[in-house]
């Protein structure tokens, strides 16, 4: 019993009292009353040893607290100096507590395992006028950039059914669309006017995108099939086949001849574009994968799927990097900043930002409460939320601040139902934004040339950032 009492409470009994005045030997046995090392010029002074803190002192077993002990009391103001330019690492500190007091040192045991007030920050310095212990601020949001409002000048019609996708060609020219009506149409992008019609697909087109490296258009849909077309002479010269569900999304590798897709069958599959053979199938997710993104840089591809996770994947290996499980609900829209290292992801609870290559997460981009189906970014830093209800909201990226609400009317005949984004995108220039909206129509938007930081200013106070995970 005598050994266990010395192995197990020998700290506690050997407790000293809550007062001690003793004289310092040196600078090797200077300590205060945190345990930590005094500077020279508080040699050959007496300290008063102090239990301080902001909870009573904690009992040892059968060793009973005297009175002195309990009493609560602040270091002084050369005491918490000392402290707050000599405090040790976290390390440093846990080692010190596992070893022997050395010399004539003594220190509570636990003393130097005693957590900080909440609410405060150590400063290092030694001028005395400052305060050792300061108030933390809450972050505040910056002043966001200000951007002109966007405004409607133009509604294209021809498609019998939802327009479910689109995208502009690298030449500026002419985009494309998809539909519900099963088929891609071509158009103009200075006249709105229809080029050309491509059928083929028997089912809704979900997905289109035009390669910038050789002239061809690939396309996706409900029906499973995955088509390249060439657009010289305007026929399907590749189909892609392996996926086992309908295809909602396909991206193009900017740097290499890979083309990526992702599908309901709960899997992406990346393909070699010219020999149509299937890479790798990504598979990890657990429920439909609704978006798909690449890029050059690592990771190269992320999912974004209707199990709420985003993953960001190794092209070479074609295996998961990073899961991210923060949102709560279907992630139907992922876009990448064209010059920063980051991305957004969009879901009916917000919209969140991250920070490649591992998805440190940045912050939410809460108010856009819909089910979003698509994001796009231009590099002036808009990013735009188009959703399910027919809104589109329109953000400064750096900061978050919503600086536009958009809700077009429906065209006429349509029923106000039928009021929902599918898709949007900013042509090459990004003077213009186009969307794909339920009503059969694709809507073209351009910046209010006659709008200044005077007739639309920014309505922005410091508020408090709330920078949740979830």
């Known amino acids: 019993m005598a050994i266990k009492l010395r192995n197990e409470y020998g700290p506690v009994l050997h407790m000293p009292t809550s007062k001690e005045n003793f004289k310092e030997k040196g600078p090797q046995n200077a300590s205060d009353s945190y345990g930590h090392k005094q500077y020279p010029a508080n040699q050959g002074q007496e300290v008063e040893y102090l239990v301080t803190g902001t909870h009573p002192y904690p009992p040892g077993p059968g060793v009973a607290l005297t009175a002195d002990t ?19 690492t976290s390390q440093t500190r846990g080692d010190a507590n596992r070893s022997a007091p050395a010399g004539g040192e003594y220190r509570h045991p636990g003393a130097s395992d005693r957590a900080q007030p909440a609410g405060a920050v150590v400063m290092e310095g030694g001028n005395a006028k400052n305060s050792a212990l300061m108030a933390k601020k809450a972050p ?19 498609h019998l059914g939802w327009v479910r996708c689109i995208a502009v060609e690298p030449g500026n020219q002419w985009f494309v669309t998809g539909s519900a009506d099963r088929t891609i149409k071509i158009w103009d992008l200075a006249s709105g006017k229809l080029k050309l019609s491509l059928t083929g697909h028997i089912s809704t087109v979900r997905g289109v995108i035009v390669s910038t490296r050789s002239p061809y258009l690939f396309s996706c849909g409900e029906d499973k099939q995955v088509k390249c077309w060439d657009l ?40 070699d574009v010219r020999t149509k053979a299937s890479v790798h199938t990504l598979s990890g997710h657990t429920n439909a994968v609704a978006t798909v993104r690449c890029q050059a840089a690592e990771p190269q591809i992320i999912t974004g799927s209707h199990d709420t996770t985003i993953r960001l994947w190794d092209l070479v290996a074609g295996k998961t990097r990073v899961t991210l499980t923060n949102h709560k609900k279907s992630v139907r829209a992922v876009v990448l900043h064209p010059r920063h290292y980051t991305f957004a992801s969009g879901s009916p609870d917000n919209i969140k930002q991250w920070k490649f290559p591992d998805g440190s997460f940045i912050q939410n981009l809460s108010g856009h409460n819909a089910i979003i189906n698509t994001l796009t970014v231009n590099s002036d830093g808009v990013l735009v939320s188009g959703a399910d209800n027919g809104t589109m909201h329109l953000w400064d990226w750096r900061t978050g601040y919503n600086f536009q609400r ?30 794909a909206e339920a009503d059969k129509t694709i809507k073209v938007y351009r910046e209010d040339d006659t709008a200044t930081e005077e007739t639309h200013p920014v309505s922005w106070k410091p508020e408090i950032i709330k920078r949740k995970r979830f």
């Not at 309990?70 to 040790?88: H, I, T, Y």
């Not at 505040?140 to 021809?158: A, C, D, E, F, N």
């Not at 009021?419 to 003077?431: H, K, N, W």
Request: some cysteine.
């Open 70 to 88: 309990k009493v609560q009391r602040m270091p002084s103001e050369s005491a918490a100096q000392s402290l707050a330019v000599a405090l040790p």
């Open 140 to 158: 505040t949001m910056p002043k966001p950039q200000w951007h002109p409002p966007w405004k409607l000048y133009r509604v294209i019609s021809g």
């Open 406 to 435: 958009v809700h077009a009317a429906v065209q006429p005949g349509s029923l106000d139902s039928e009021s929902g984004i599918f898709a949007c995108a900013f042509d090459q220039s990004e003077s213009r934004l186009l969307t």
């Open 232 to 271: 010289e002479y305007n026929k399907v010269i590749r189909h892609y086949h392996g996926h086992l569900s309908a295809v909602y999304g396909l991206d193009l590798h900017p740097t290499i001849d890979v083309l990526v897709t992702c599908s309901r069958d709960s899997t992406a599959r990346i393909w």
